[in-house]
């Protein structure tokens, strides 16, 4: 799971004055092709590409691997992570340990760089340059913290993700907690 939270880093860095946010202002729903390492970054890949939907209010992600029985759900505001598994019912719960939302998903290594900008979508969007231990690349952000395009080398290991569609608007509660009559099975706590 902090493999997955990290790969996260690029998919939601918004823009602040020296640096991106790495949550987003308002609800979304974005749908990502996947290439290379950023596969590799979701248990069992993602090779039809990812759903990401974002709750800003509740401060709540649903990452889904297209055509794949298995979703992450992730709560900051509880600091709770579920894996759903749908093909068998259950769903596996972790406590999230330590450090604001923005740290947690990218680490206390990260620098940005901002390079220009863009257009893809059409929309507008900033390119950074994103460096850590674990991440080294390009992400192009909307100004309201959409990533468009992400470039990089993940644990030095090429990978790449661009948007193919991206859909505000808000997001109902069933989006984010596990179906109901599903088995709870709990995990050590992530750090």
């Keep these: 799971m902090r493999r997955m939270l990290l790969g996260l880093a690029l998919f939601w860095p918004g823009l602040a004055w020296a640096q991106p946010l790495l949550i987003p202002g308002r609800d979304v729903t974005i749908l990502y092709r996947l290439e290379g390492a950023a596969v590799d970054e979701i248990p069992g890949?993602?090779?039809n590409g990812v759903r990401l939907v974002w709750d800003a209010t509740g401060q709540r992600l649903r990452a889904e691997?297209?055509?794949?029985?298995?979703?992450a759900l992730t709560d900051l505001q509880r600091r709770v992570a579920d894996i759903v598994l749908a093909g068998q019912g259950a769903y596996m719960e972790?406590?999230?340990k330590?450090?604001?939302?923005?740290?947690?998903?990218?680490g206390h290594d990260v620098h940005?760089?901002?390079?220009?900008?863009?257009?893809?979508?059409?929309m507008a969007c900033t390119v950074w340059t994103i460096h850590s231990q674990k991440l080294d690349g390009t992400g192009c952000v909307t100004a309201d913290g959409v990533v468009l395009?992400?470039?990089?080398?993940?644990?030095?290991?090429?990978?790449?993700m661009v948007a193919k569609s991206?859909?505000?608007?808000?997001?109902?509660?069933?989006?984010?907690?596990?179906?109901?009559?599903?088995?709870?099975?709990?995990?050590?706590?992530?750090?």
């Design 65 to 71: 691997p297209l055509g794949r029985p298995i979703y």
């Design 94 to 96: 972790a406590r999230i």
């Design 98 to 106: 330590g450090g604001d939302p923005q740290s947690l998903v990218a």
């Design 112 to 122: 940005f760089t901002r390079r220009g900008s863009e257009r893809l979508l059409g």
């Design 45 to 47: 890949g993602a090779p």
């Design 166 to 191: 991206v859909s505000y608007g808000k997001q109902p509660d069933s989006e984010f907690v596990p179906p109901v009559g599903f088995t709870r099975m709990s995990l050590p706590g992530l750090n």
């Design 149 to 160: 395009r992400a470039d990089g080398l993940f644990g030095g290991r090429p990978g790449r």
